[in-house]
């Protein structure tokens, strides 16, 4: 079993930052990927970033490139995720996933522990 706790999420204005970040707990040595996965009213849940636990490899949708940077600190078992340059269509719930067998870093259904969620709320 792994454990995970979000913190970070609130309401800024476009172009400001928000940083979140989840801990984890438990069997941490058996997470192959961490990723960050978001969801707004009325949509899907899609992914925004993953890191590899172990070597640190990391992946991002196209919509956050260059605008968010994901980082871990292993000694604290905890992913952070960076979010500059906010803009309003940010604006979701943000949930921190980790993966125990090895499966596509990008979808969902490749994860198996989440997180309780936390609010972003970007205004014009």
């Known amino acids: 079993q792994v454990q995970l706790v979000e913190s970070g999420g609130g309401l800024v204005q476009a172009g400001g930052s928000l940083r979140l970040s989840c801990a984890a707990s438990?069997?941490?040595?058996?997470?192959?990927?961490m990723g960050w996965f978001r969801q707004a009213p009325g949509k899907e849940r899609e992914f925004v970033v993953a890191?590899?636990?172990?070597?640190?490899?990391?992946y991002y949708a196209d919509s956050v490139k260059g605008r968010f940077t994901i980082s871990r600190d292993n000694a604290k078992n905890t992913v952070y995720l960076q979010m500059n340059s906010l803009k309003p269509e940010d604006t979701a719930v943000y949930y921190c996933?980790?993966?125990?067998?090895?499966?596509?870093?990008?979808?969902?259904?490749?994860?198996?522990?989440w997180g309780q969620g936390t609010q972003v709320t970007v205004s014009s």
């Open positions: 890191i590899s636990w172990s070597g640190g490899n990391t």
């Open positions: 996933a980790a993966q125990v067998y090895y499966s596509d870093y990008y979808s969902p259904d490749g994860y198996n522990y």
């Open positions: 438990g069997r941490t040595f058996s997470i192959y990927y």
